[in-house]
């Protein structure tokens, strides 16, 4: 048998309120506002926290405009104060157009033009001869360098060796003389490749004329830069000799 029990009923109230003293777990909390800073009665502004001073804004930009300029001005005079690229890196195409010109008579030799020696015109010249001999079919540029740097310390050492306590020769000047006086070996290469590989005689005959030409001017710089070398001017010139023609051999075979 099913027992009764009685519900009591429920009443809403009509004011839709809630009692206070009972809590409503499904009520909402309202989002409240961000804290918003109080900010001064003022019409006349519209950004209230912007304010710029235009006077101040203006001399600043005229000061740092003015200090742009001046700094651009000391720029530009300070480069152009500066010395050429070439200069600074110790080549002197006038120079070494000189030093070449020199070398161009074969009956005579301007000593005082080598007396600053260098190695812009020697290495100038080498790449030039390995230039030729590579439009020839010759790959011969460490070969070619090999043989500059071992036939400059060749003659420091023999000419040293004739002139004794009275040469002062140094491996710079030497070095320097020997290259210039490659120009006629590398004139001698630019003409071989106009010269028919048949004609054997003719490529010896020219050879000599060029190697007796790059001895007599080696031999002349050797004995006017350094003391101690007239005495021994036949010996500086055989090994001179030697050098050149050795170059000679490589152009023509």
């Known amino acids: 048998m099913a027992k009764e029990f009685t519900v009591p009923p429920v009443v ?6 809630v ?7 499904n009520q909402r909390r309202v989002p409240t506002a961000p804290f918003q800073p109080s900010r001064p009665p003022s019409s006349s502004s519209a950004l209230p926290f912007m304010s710029f001073d235009m ?27 500066e010395e050429p690229l070439l200069d600074e890196l110790g080549i002197h195409p006038d120079q070494i157009w000189y030093k070449t010109r020199s070398i161009l008579n074969p009956l005579r030799v301007n000593p005082t033009a080598h ?15 390995c230039l030729f001999q590579l439009l020839a079919g010759k790959i011969q540029f460490g070969v070619i360098l090999g043989w500059i740097v071992v036939s400059s310390i060749f003659l420091y050492v023999v000419f040293n060796m004739l002139a004794g306590r009275n040469g002062n020769l140094d491996l710079h000047t ?28 003719a490529r010896y005959a020219v050879a000599g004329i060029f190697v007796v030409w790059a001895t007599r001017a080696c031999t002349n710089l050797m ?25 000679s051999l490589l152009v023509i075979f």
């Open 19 to 25: 009692n206070p003293s009972v809590g409503n777990i």
């Open 55 to 81: 006077g101040s804004a203006t001399s600043s930009s005229v000061s740092l405009g003015g200090s742009i300029s001046s700094s651009a001005a000391t720029g530009s005079a300070s480069f152009e104060d």
């Open 12 to 17: 809403f109230p009509s004011g839709g309120g």
């Open 174 to 201: 030497c070095t320097s003389v020997v290259g210039y006086c490659m120009l006629p070996v590398v004139i001698f290469s630019a003409a071989s490749l106009f010269i028919p590989q048949g004609t054997s005689v």
């Open 223 to 247: 004995v006017a830069l350094a003391d101690g070398g007239e005495e021994h001017r036949g010996l500086i010139s055989y090994a001179c000799f030697l050098i050149y023609t050795l170059f």
């Open 115 to 129: 007396k600053d020696s260098d190695l812009s015109g020697p290495i100038f010249l080498y790449l030039s001869l």
